[in-house]
């Protein structure tokens, strides 16, 4: 559990300098850490372990345009349950 520990800590030592050099607030991602990382984890063990993160991407790329990240999650996770029907 502690090296769980430690990995979430790099994770977000590394997750607040990508932020700060794209002049991002860390707080973007912070808030939704726990949706996208379970997200991520879904559809890497199903349908597509490439198309993880890249669907993160795509959930980015809405949120810039204004979508809220939880409906975009939720919107995915309903995408994801009828592919794996």
Same mark, same amino acid.
């Given at each position: &559990?502690?090296?769980?520990?430690?990995? &979430?800590?790099? &994770?977000?030592?590394?997750?607040?300098?990508?932020?700060?050099?794209?002049?991002?607030?860390?707080?973007? $991602? =912070? @808030?939704n +850490? #726990?949706? *996208?990382?379970?997200? %991520?984890?879904?559809?890497?063990?199903?349908?597509? @372990?490439?198309?993880?993160?890249m669907t !993160?991407? *795509?959930?980015?790329?809405?949120?810039?345009?204004?979508?809220?990240?939880?409906? *975009?999650? %939720?919107?995915? =996770?309903? !995408?994801?349950? +009828? $592919?794996? #029907?």
């Amino acid at each position: &559990m502690a090296d769980e520990a430690k990995k &979430m800590e790099i &994770m977000g030592e590394w997750l607040d300098a990508v932020a700060d050099e794209l002049g991002l607030d860390s707080a973007a $991602y =912070e @808030r939704n +850490r #726990d949706e *996208l990382l379970d997200l %991520t984890a879904k559809i890497a063990h199903g349908p597509s @372990r490439p198309g993880a993160p890249m669907t !993160l991407f *795509l959930i980015g790329l809405a949120a810039n345009g204004g979508e809220d990240v939880s409906a *975009l999650i %939720t919107k995915v =996770e309903g !995408l994801l349950a +009828r $592919y794996e #029907d």
